[in-house]
């Protein structure tokens, strides 16, 4: 399954362009703009799935850096400072990584 099965492409397009500079990252935006937050909650939970590449259960630190690239293969990294910022709102638990509750409840405050 990829992205374009559950969003958008043309929605990914532009969300992923409206952030190319470096710390331009906002999470709340970017799930706007793709269209994530008015998916159900099973398509979220197929979003996080995607995002968790190593298939863990869930999305560390290193995977939430390349978050963009999932969206589209051609975006950015997230610099550190961003990828940091959107870990901090994600990981309710403190636990260092991010689950699918979790990703769930930070779409869902957007």
Known sequence: MSMTDLLNAEDIKKAVGAFTAVDSFDHK??????GLKKKSPDDVKKV???????KSGFIEEDELGF???SFSPDARDL???ETKTLMAAGDKDGDGK????????????S
């Open 67 to 69: 978050i963009l690239k």
């Open 29 to 34: 935006k970017f799930f706007q703009m793709v």
């Open 79 to 81: 610099s550190m400072k």
């Open 48 to 54: 996080f799935h995607i995002l968790d590449k190593d």
């Open 98 to 109: 991010i689950g699918v509750d979790e990703f769930s409840s930070l779409v869902a405050e």
